[in-house]
């Protein structure tokens, strides 16, 4: 299976350590995850996303992007192709307008449900699925049930983005899994569009840190609060970070737990929901 890093921040920082020299950086992860990689970062609102066939550990693009990359807002991801060809078109982060999507595991038989699935996505939408993968058709289910609550390219609400995740997954498993629940669809994601972000575990390890023990960069940082260094007490936070691993140094990680939605919106408030239901 795949491994994903999602990063939302208050203020521009670099993700070089996560991504390449933390003990379970996504380079290093990479070397059984060999089938591609992608990084999607956010400069001026606008999504900026490289992806490559290659393995990360052996690519020397993906050290150099990772090198470059600070922004309030980064998805990371490295393939283990279940679904589709080794291809860029099936590479990860997929992007739509503003909006970047990737995904950890695997809709069983997808050949055989990937018409039932694409049928459900809206009909202007179905003509940008260019790959093959059923993580690009999970993205534009995604996207279908959002443009609901209004324009793709307007401001959207995590209330309307956690829940159009879950009609997402919803839509997949009532397609794809077998009434027995013998054959379960793995469905763990992160999406974001630059300044909402969001993820779900849905058969597949995730997990989220909002503070750290003690911010290396205290004395310096404009920004540093309570929420830096504890638990937040007003449900704001300074960062959210996703990983399919604990990384290695001062984050304070927790497990998500199967069906969990998890995001912030564009003040950094954070947002807890599930596939089957809202949860306080």
């Known amino acids: 299976m795949c491994r994903l890093f999602g990063f939302r921040s208050v203020i521009p920082s670099q993700v070089h350590r996560s991504l390449v020299h933390a003990d379970n950086a996504l380079m290093n992860l990479s070397e059984k995850h060999p089938d591609g990689w992608g990084v999607a970062?956010?400069?001026?609102?606008?999504?900026?996303?490289?992806?490559?066939?290659?393995?990360?550990?052996?690519?020397?693009?993906?050290?150099?992007?990772?090198?470059?990359?600070?922004?309030?807002?980064?998805?990371?991801?490295?393939?283990?192709?279940?679904?589709?060809?080794?291809?860029?078109?099936?590479?990860?982060?997929?992007?739509?307008?503003?909006?970047?999507?990737?995904?950890?595991?695997?809709?069983?038989?997808?050949?055989?449900?990937?018409?039932?699935?694409?049928?459900?996505?809206?009909?202007?939408?179905?003509?940008?699925?260019?790959?093959?993968?059923?993580?690009?058709?999970i993205f534009f289910l995604f996207l279908s049930a959002l443009q609901r609550h209004g324009p793709l390219g307007q401001r959207i609400g995590i209330d309307e983005v956690t829940e159009s995740l879950a009609t997402a997954m919803r839509t997949v498993r009532s397609i794809a899994d077998d009434a027995q629940q013998e054959r379960l669809s793995l469905l763990t994601c992160i999406v974001t569009n630059g300044s909402t972000m969001a993820a779900t575990r849905g058969g597949k390890e995730l997990f989220y840190s909002t503070h750290k023990t003690r911010c290396a960069d205290r004395e310096t940082c404009p920004s540093l609060s309570p929420e830096c260094e504890a638990l937040s007490l007003t449900g704001f936070v300074n960062h959210l970070i996703f990983s399919s691993e604990p990384l290695s140094g001062e984050n304070v990680w927790l497990e998500m737990k199967d069906g969990d939605i998890l995001g912030v919106d564009w003040r950094m408030k954070v947002s807890r929901a599930s596939v089957t239901r809202d949860v306080t």
């Open 41 to 137: 970062f956010y400069v001026d609102d606008a999504p900026h996303v490289t992806r490559s066939t290659s393995t990360a550990i052996e690519d020397q693009l993906f050290r150099r992007v990772s090198g470059v990359v600070s922004s309030e807002t980064v998805v990371a991801h490295v393939r283990k192709a279940t679904q589709g060809d080794l291809s860029v078109l099936n590479c990860h982060p997929f992007q739509y307008g503003k909006w970047v999507f990737a995904h950890n595991g695997d809709v069983p038989e997808f050949s055989k449900h990937r018409a039932a699935l694409v049928a459900e996505i809206a009909p202007r939408l179905r003509r940008y699925v260019l790959g093959d993968t059923d993580s690009e058709v």
